[in-house]
């Protein structure tokens, strides 16, 4: 693999977005110490490794999925993807490794978290509907953003689900 390759692979994955998920999971995560929960850097670093993987591969799936309407927008610093594989559709398989590669690891890292921490069954279904949804936003055959659920989706999953990941990391439960 030639630099320009790697190059490209990382531009996929718009990193830039993971930032916000990364805020909006500390809130989380800081509401329910401010409620009495441990501050526990191990216990918040490895429940964001869960939620990274599934924030990160998302900008994979929707890219390889979303792969013909990109060739028809204009990139915004939010929406119109990276227009890296309309330029190198050579990387449309490494792509789809990657998300499900991705998927799989937050599924793993989230198996390993309730291991450890002895969470309950409903942080695992957190996890596997995050990925879900962050997945067929675009993916056959649900395609909720062409459906006129990708608002709706956005919305459960940043709004809701990223938080209450946080919060359920920290507190070991929802109340």
């Known amino acids: 693999m030639e630099r320009d390759d790697v190059v490209a692979i990382l531009r996929l994955g718009r990193f830039p977005f993971v930032v916000g998920g990364l805020l909006l999971y500390t809130f989380g995560y ?78 793993a890292l989230g198996i390993l978290f309730s291991l450890v921490y002895s969470m309950h069954l409903a942080f695992l279904g957190l996890v596997v509907l995050g990925n879900a949804l962050g997945y067929f936003y675009t993916a056959p055959p649900v395609r909720l953003a062409y459906r006129g659920l990708g608002e709706t989706a956005t919305m459960v999953t940043i709004g809701l689900l990223v938080p209450a990941m946080g919060y359920l990391v920290a507190s070991g439960g929802l109340d």
């Open 30 to 107: 800081l509401l329910a110490v401010h409620g009495g929960a441990d501050w526990d850097p191990a216990r918040f670093l490895l429940g964001y490794a869960v939620l990274f993987c599934a924030h990160l591969s998302v900008s994979y799936s929707n890219d390889l999925y979303d792969l013909e309407a990109d060739r028809h927008t204009t990139p915004t610093p939010v929406s119109g993807g990276s227009k890296v594989l309309v330029e190198r559709p050579d990387l449309v398989p490494a792509a789809r490794a990657i998300a499900v590669g991705l998927i799989g690891a937050s599924l």
